[in-house]
């Protein structure tokens, strides 16, 4: 059985491996032409003088597209929006490159061609595996989270936020909230610092400590909330 740190470290992986299979292959949908930004606005047409680069771009991200396994949204002549192709090209590099050095360390054979979401299904196979290397855990913690952040930014994406009762146990402030897509209630007080090994918002600033559904009774007891209202805030949908 893995230490305590390692468990949540875990635990930290499978939330943010689901959360970059389900949002990446939304990214082709952000090349497809006359796709609408989040805002309802349409894309901003280029300016003349870059219609070579943008067709080679396109070029580029299609033979991407294809080679990964995503969709092609279509081949009509809307320019395609160059920071979605980026993020599509690093995001997909990155998994390939975390896959492989996963497999590396852990004495694997070198891992068969795959779309994203089935690399990302593979490495979350491992976990038990990966376990016996913490830093290996927390290489492969990092790595996920910063790919699926830079996934949500592309898709401009605001995940629902809902407001608990009760103070963080680590900094006493009303700052605890329920984050349902990810089935997680975190602090999201940026001074907030916990003291438990190896979490992430002891080294990132940008993290924030997560308890997961398993350790919501135990948290309701710490913070002077009911479990159950942690349970029905996961189920609240933003006005």
Known sequence: MAEPAVERILTDIALWTATLARQFPELAEELAPGRRSPTGAPPTAPHPGRDE????ERREALLLQQRH????PGHGAAP???????????ITDGVVELEEAVRARLGLPRPGRAAVPERLRRTAALLDEIAAHPDLARHV?????RMARRCARTL???ETVVRVSGRCPWCDSVSLRAFPDRRAVLCVNPACTCTVEDCGCQ?????RHLWPEAEWHELADAAGCRTEELEAAMEETPC
């Open 80 to 90: 395609i929006r160059l920071h979605v192709s980026d993020a599509i090209r690093d």
């Open 53 to 56: 680069l943008i067709r080679e």
């Open 156 to 158: 401009g994406d605001t």
């Open 141 to 145: 913690r990092d790595e996920l989270r």
């Open 69 to 72: 396994g995503l969709a092609v």
């Open 203 to 207: 080294d990132d600033p940008a993290y």
